[in-house]
């Protein structure tokens, strides 16, 4: 622990407890100058363990939810249409499973090791985004998420590239230049279908969109005023911008998007609010969302077998690793 070496360094006079918690005080108000004068906090300067245990469980989930997320279009890989959709989907697909690299890699400097950090997934402890637990009916689906899902998720991180905690904030600044190509890939590949397709192309595009509108939605989290982790969140500069904000601005464009690419959303409420400048929409189910994070989606309970059965069949692939390291260590050292 970082505090424990810098108490006793200053240590002095014999009034451990009281001296302790005036040193305390005083990080925990440079922490605060610090964070009010938009500084970034490095992995190896002191933070209030809150602060540490929120980074912790928010990056973690962020990186569990790239790999998990990979699964859903992971399934259509064999099934692309044509070679180049088959190579552009790869291509994401890895994307993903780097960015839940960069994710563990940041977590990983917060003080808790990775195998910590799959075991919570693996045992159900920790969560991922529940938009994954929904699932991929036919090939729309794919462009589906990559237009929406992934549109949702760029919303969501960018603001994220100013995170206060600068290893959370590097990687996002990586991962947010993948998830555009993400995001024009899912785009394009519904624009050729709309203008190019079939009617029976057109219709599986609208039932893909029509399925995935309200989880994504969803995915910006509860609105603001149930939302009372996300002022703590703000007061630290992890999080930047509230929920409902980037509900709203992700409706705004996708709208304009959704005219272009000629496809409409299941919301009978969704008009144009003259006096705000903003697209209305209606009333959230968020029963659904909450029955989808506690378990109860089409396919949680497949995500997670799927994740613990690549750790078991990979565990080769570990050993083997860790034992060709250990020879060249042991290389190094001759
Ligand atoms: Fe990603
Ligand atoms: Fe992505």
Redesign the pocket.
Known sequence: MYTQAMDTLREEGGDKPALRTAEEAQLQQRFDNRIDAGEFIEAKDWMPENYRKTLLRQISQHAH??IV?MLPEGNWITRAPTLKRKAILLAKVQ??G???LYLYAAAETLGTSRDQMLDALHSGKAKYSSIFNYPTLTWADVGAIGWLV?GA?IMN?VPICRCSFAPYARAMVR?CR??SF?QRQGYDSLLVMMKEGTEAQRAMVQEAVNRWWWPCLMMFGPPDDQSPNSVQGMRWGIKRVSNDTLRQKFVDAAMQQAEVLGVTFPDPDLRWNEATGHWDYGAIDWSEFWRVVGGEGPCNRERLAARVRAWEEGEWVREAALAHARKFDLKEAA
Do not use: K, N, W
Request: aromatic share 0%; proline share 0%; charged share 40%.
């Open positions: 939810s790239e997320g994307d993903e780097g960015h839940g992934d998720a991180q991962i993948e998830e993400h």
